[in-house]
C-alpha cells in the first residue's frame, strides 16, 4: 500500500508552497543548476510586469539587484559562496537604511542612504541579495 505523507513532514519540506527558504536556494546555486542572476532576473520580472499590480515594493532598484547578483554568481563559481545566504534575494522594511535605496520615515520627505543599518549590512556582508 501506499504511504501517506505525513503533513508536518511536507510542512518541513515546504512550509509555504511557492516560497524558498534560505536552504533551498542554497543548494540550488550548489547544484548549479541556477545561478544568482537567473534567479534574480525571475525575480524582477515577476515584481516588474507578472505582480505589478501589488506594489510589492516601497523602493526597486533592478539595477542594483542585479549588481549584487553577478558578485554572487562569481563567489559561486569560484567556489567561495560568502554563507549560506549568498545569493539569497531578501526584502527589508522601507524604515531599513539600504545604501541606494530611499528612506522616508513616515513623511514625503524622502533621502537616498548612503550606507546600511546594521541588519542590512550584516545581511549584505553574508553575501544576501537585498531587493
Not at 54 to 75: G, K, T, W, Y
Amino acid at each position: 500500500s501506499k504511504r501517506r505523507e505525513n503533513p508536518s513532514e511536507t510542512h518541513e519540506r515546504n512550509p509555504a508552497p511557492g516560497y524558498r527558504t534560505i536552504m533551498d536556494y542554497h543548494r540550488l546555486y550548489q547544484s548549479k543548476k541556477a545561478t544568482p542572476s537567473q534567479v534574480m532576473e525571475r525575480l524582477i520580472q515577476g515584481a516588474e510586469h507578472d505582480l505589478k499590480h501589488l506594489h510589492m515594493f516601497a523602493s526597486f532598484r533592478p539595477h542594483l539587484i542585479r549588481q549584487q547578483a553577478v558578485e554572487s554568481d562569481r563567489r559561486w563559481e569560484a567556489g567561495k559562496p560568502l554563507s549560506v545566504w549568498d545569493g539569497v534575494p531578501v526584502a527589508l522594511k522601507d524604515m531599513s537604511s539600504i545604501q541606494g535605496h530611499p528612506i522616508c520615515d513616515g513623511s514625503s520627505a524622502c533621502r537616498d542612504m548612503a550606507q546600511d543599518d546594521d541588519p542590512a549590512a550584516r545581511l549584505r556582508a553574508a553575501g544576501a541579495i537585498l531587493v
